[in-house]
């Protein structure tokens, strides 16, 4: 154990808070892994490993930590606690997998899910302190932002991928490694084998091919580009100039046609949603006439938006809800198997008997996709619920919301997007699930707040308590 100066003194950030600056001896390409991990996403999909490159990233992020804890001691984040227990209780929650639960398929929770979804949660723990110990000159806040930034040019592109060539797939190199009986897998194949698009019947007879590139679903897709649009905005318009700015106006137009054609209607709340937080962050710093100008501009992208092809789109997805029954039914599910487990719930998924018309309805060879859906997959709040029960859910977005709150006040651009980053996850736990890209960034978002705006609070005083060392 080492105190809290052991660490050493400060360094001024551009256009952030202070932050520590690196001791001696430290490198300045420590923070290769997540550069890598990032800017390097699309190569990490073509090679099949998608979500898992995660996990490889996490071994030299494990090392480095492992070793400034042998030196210097590491530090954890205000609320860490919320986020330690809660991981203490989705592993006690896997002794409850075997237990069946009423109005569920026998047999039809699994240990392969489960513990797929621990390892995600010790990889976020992992990058949350790596990003969070690293120091300006070893991982510049820079650097990070530019990196999902290059991410969002990335999720664009996949999203006209999609558009322009729906049924582009191809054999990723990690499925010939795979066992045949795995790969054939219909969950595993979505995580190992690249493709371009969802092709789902959403209008009734019509296939609509539904963009997710680089991503594992089309939800997906639409949760990572909403969050990764907020750092192109920061990292290219905010603290851009010239060109980059330019570049980040690019960025968001062309992601307009991409995101209606995603036929993601939380998306587009989404958007809405991340609009208001600018335009309040923006007022309360008296910018009356960037908000004016801001209003303008966006009714008349509204405008030409109503006048083009694109409204048509919009309008066949608000007369056709698709799948809300379906989501009613596994959500209400989802609350009613934490009511019966509230403490640990039931450690992972189950399948529902019959469907939300009948129990009678199940997978038959003409309709395979019929009946016995997956309770809990249909948002974070609702697998949380159905896997960790109520205290579970309670301790992962209490840790969340404890950040939130902490940093509310965020005085910088990145401490903004941040924050905004975290507080979507409060709109998206409702429709989709954030496991794995969506709350990776997420945690990144913490790290950033914990790294450029603690140091803010600690100099107004208003800071009480602060991230400790291990």
């Not at 001896?25 to 991990?37: F, R």
């Not at 070793?67 to 989705?90: A, C, I």
């Not at 335009?279 to 910018?287: F, I, K, P």
Request: charged fraction near 10%; hydrophobic fraction near 55%; charge should be positive.
């Amino acid at each position: 154990m080492t105190g809290r100066g052991a660490a050493v003194r400060d360094r001024a950030v551009p256009g952030t808070a202070r932050v520590a600056a690196p001791r001696r001896g430290s490198s300045p390409v420590t923070g290769w892994p997540l550069v890598w991990l990032l800017a390097g996403y699309p190569l990490w999909w073509a090679l099949g490993m998608g979500q898992f490159a995660y996990w490889l990233f996490a071994v030299p992020m494990l090392a480095e930590l492992v070793r400034r804890h042998r030196t210097v001691g590491l530090r954890v984040p205000p609320g860490f606690g919320l986020w330690g227990l809660f991981l203490v209780w989705t592993v006690l929650g896997l002794a409850l997998i075997p237990l069946e639960m009423p109005g569920t398929v026998p047999d039809s929770g699994g240990y392969a899910g489960a513990l797929v979804r621990v390892v995600n949660y010790l990889v976020l723990t992992v990058l949350l302190l790596y990003v969070g110990n690293l120091t300006e000159r070893e991982l510049p806040v820079r650097l990070v932002v530019w990196a999902l930034a290059v991410l969002c040019l990335v999720t664009v592109v996949g999203g006209y991928l999609g558009m322009f060539a729906p049924r582009f797939e191809f054999t990723a190199p990690l499925e010939y490694l795979v066992p045949g009986s795995l790969a054939a897998d219909p969950y595993v194949q979505t995580l190992i084998h690249p493709a371009s698009a969802q092709i789902m019947d959403v209008f009734g007879g019509v296939e609509s091919a539904r963009p997710k590139a680089p991503w594992e679903y089309t939800n997906v897709w639409g949760y990572m580009l909403s969050l990764l649009l907020v750092w192109v905005v920061v990292g290219w318009f905010v603290e851009g100039s010239g060109w980059t700015r330019w570049g980040a106006l690019a960025v968001v137009a062309l992601s307009v046609v991409p995101i209606v054609y995603s036929l993601n209607r939380a998306l587009w709340a989404g958007l809405a949603l991340s609009l208001a937080f600018g335009a309040a962050q923006a007022l309360r710093r008296g910018r009356v006439v960037l908000v004016g100008a801001g209003a303008v501009t966006v009714a008349a992208v509204l405008i030409v938006l109503a006048l083009s092809p694109l409204a048509d789109v919009v309008q066949a997805r608000a007369d056709h809800p698709h799948s809300d029954d379906g989501r009613a039914a596994t959500n209400a599910a989802s609350v009613e198997a934490a009511n019966l487990s509230p403490v640990n719930g039931w450690g992972t998924t189950r399948e529902a008997l019959g469907s939300s018309d009948s129990i009678a309805v199940g997978p038959t060879p003409e309709c395979p996709g019929c009946g016995q859906h997956v309770i809990g997959n249909a948002g974070q709040l609702w697998i949380t619920l159905i896997s960790s029960g109520w205290v579970g859910t309670f301790l992962l977005f209490a840790f969340f919301a404890r950040a939130a709150w902490r940093y509310r006040a965020a005085s910088t651009p990145v401490g903004q997007g941040a924050l905004l980053t975290v507080l979507l996850l409060f709109w998206y736990m409702f429709f989709y699930v954030a496991l794995m890209s969506p709350l990776a960034v997420t945690m990144i978002a913490v790290a950033l707040l914990w790294r450029c705006e603690e140091p803010v609070l600690r100099r107004s005083g208003t800071a009480r308590t602060g991230g400790g060392a291990w």
